[in-house]
């Protein structure tokens, strides 16, 4: 069966620091997969999108970059960290039109 | 400009009452959504609709896609405590363009069932 892992779990970092947040997902291969933010429980913002190895489509301007260095892996990086950056990250796997989510990572950026 | 706008946003009832929560958008989609998030997980995929006019149920919830794939909404009949969560809807865009296969969601609506 197919799974998803992301990690860390929560994470604290000083503003101006870097930041680097794996997904990985087993069982599968060639996998379409998304980096979401969510803000205070609410919805998801799309970040990044990438369908294949080196493949990254980013939604919104901001502070964060991505890479899909092998093919069932997705890494989303900052090279320094603001304030706004705090929030939730979730990666996600969509085999087709439905999602299947990682367990998140919580941000603080202090 | 979101893309999908659901409402109400926040919604706070006692166990046993029936709630709807709607999501509406000026997109069409090939097929829509809708997910439960609790605090600190990620969200959890509740059903897939696919065809204009489609009604799912799932125990007590109905999920309705509306006839032109442009919004859909899901109900809730006799709340219970464990209903309690943020719910989601996301919609998938059709072929054509670079939106093709994005999921967008809409801003969530917080349920909370009160005993």
């Known amino acids: 069966s197919q799974t998803i892992h992301q990690w860390p779990a929560t994470l604290v970092q000083p503003v101006g620091s870097p930041l680097s947040l794996e997904c990985t997902v087993e069982g599968t291969s060639n996998p379409n997969l998304y980096w979401y933010r969510q803000a205070a429980g609410r919805g998801l913002q799309l970040l990044f999108y990438s369908v294949g190895i080196g493949q990254i489509s980013s939604e919104v301007p901001q502070n964060l970059s991505a890479s899909r260095p092998q093919d069932r892996q997705f890494i989303l990086s900052s090279k320094k960290l603001l304030l706004s950056d705090s929030g939730f990250y979730l990666c996600a796997w969509v085999p087709g039109g439905e999602a299947f989510f990682g367990q998140g990572t919580r941000l603080t950026v202090v | 400009t979101q893309l999908l706008e659901q409402s109400p946003q926040f919604l706070s009832i006692q166990e046993g009452e029936n709630l709807t929560v709607y999501c509406n958008s000026s997109s069409v989609f090939s097929s829509l959504q809708w997910y439960r998030q609790e605090p600190g997980e990620g969200p959890v995929l509740l059903v897939t609709?696919?065809?204009?006019?489609e009604v799912k149920k799932l125990k007590r919830l109905t999920f309705q896609f509306g006839d032109a794939r442009k919004d859909s909404s899901l109900h809730i009949t006799a709340a219970q405590t464990g209903d309690t969560g943020l719910y989601l809807c996301a919609g998938r865009r059709g072929i054509g363009g670079t939106s093709y296969g994005k999921l967008t969601f809409g801003q969530g609506t917080i349920l909370t069932v009160h005993p």
């Open positions: 609709v696919v065809t204009g006019g």
